[in-house]
């Protein structure tokens, strides 16, 4: 890349010259020009959801998912521009997911990033973090690239933490929810 823009510069101050080198005053004395050729290089990061997974259910069927927990990986679940390096956080809208009769932690749903099927980051760094309401870091790059996509997973707890909360009366089931919010952030 340094290679051809030094080549497109070059290639601008001949041609600048050259244009000039006839174009004097009328008396036949050639003249000289030059340019100064400045590549901007702007910071753009994007971070996208798959649109197809704006949803993520972790249902609790059987005894052995109260016990072990529920797991939902997304593959490609995130989209990252970035023209250098950078941090994705996570961070819930609450500290709660809240139901009709009562609240689970959101600090018992685990998150985890890895790259993606097109993405190999090899200065990347995944950390499995609980979510929360202060943004935490999930994946860390010292590159930054195009169309980069990272699977997520979404891990409820086992240990039978929510066995009592289930009410009857929201039968078939009980759903707790929020809103799970990403950001990107330059190194």
Do not use: R, W
Request: charged share 15%; no cysteine.
């Amino acid at each position: 890349m340094k290679k051809i823009i030094t080549l497109l510069a070059f290639t601008a101050v001949l041609g600048i010259t050259g244009a000039n080198a006839n174009s004097g005053p009328g008396d036949g004395n050639g003249g000289n020009g030059s340019v100064t050729l400045n590549v901007k290089l702007n910071p753009i990061q994007t971070l996208t959801v798959n649109s197809n997974q704006k949803v993520v259910d972790l249902e609790y069927k059987t005894k052995d998912d109260y016990l072990k927990g529920v797991a939902s990986t997304q593959e490609n679940h995130l989209t990252v521009f970035s023209t250098g390096g950078f941090n994705i956080n996570v961070k819930s809208s609450s500290a709660q997911l809240t139901g009709s009769q009562d609240n689970i932690d959101a600090s018992t749903i685990q998150i985890t990033a890895a790259n993606g099927t097109s993405t190999t980051l090899p200065s990347s760094g995944f950390e499995t973090k609980a979510l929360g309401g202060s943004g935490e870091t999930i994946v860390t790059s010292d590159v930054g690239g195009a169309e980069l996509n990272f699977n997520v997973t979404y891990k409820g707890k086992g240990d039978n933490e929510y066995i009592n909360k289930y009410y009857n009366s929201e039968s078939p089931t009980t759903v707790y929810t929020t809103t799970v919010m990403y950001e990107i952030v330059a190194k």
